[in-house]
């Protein structure tokens, strides 16, 4: 996602990249072509909100949204049929239980 050197705000733009699902993909689209604006503005306005809750709830509460946005990548990254051999890690490397 690549942005002017300011956003609309009149604040300097940064550049991120970031992967979001096809499907969460083609909702952005579609919403910014609906409402006529960039998908850059959509995703600055969704952070802006997100930050703007994490502010009112606090440390604990934004760390358990990040927990819950993260847990679906890392349940595929660890439950996968490639690392199903360290389930066994104790039998695979000799560690006795207890």
Known sequence: MSQASTLSSGFPAATREF??????ALR???LAK???????EIVEKALN???SLADFGGEEI???????????????LWDNEQDVVY???????GVSEG
């Open 19 to 24: 992967t979001l699902t096809s499907g969460s």
């Open 87 to 93: 389930d066994n890690w104790r039998e695979l490397y």
């Open 34 to 40: 609906t409402r006529q604006v960039s998908e850059s």
């Open 49 to 51: 909100i997100f930050f």
């Open 62 to 76: 934004e760390r358990q949204d990040w927990y819950r946005l993260s847990e679906a990548s890392l349940l595929r």
């Open 28 to 30: 952005l689209a579609r």
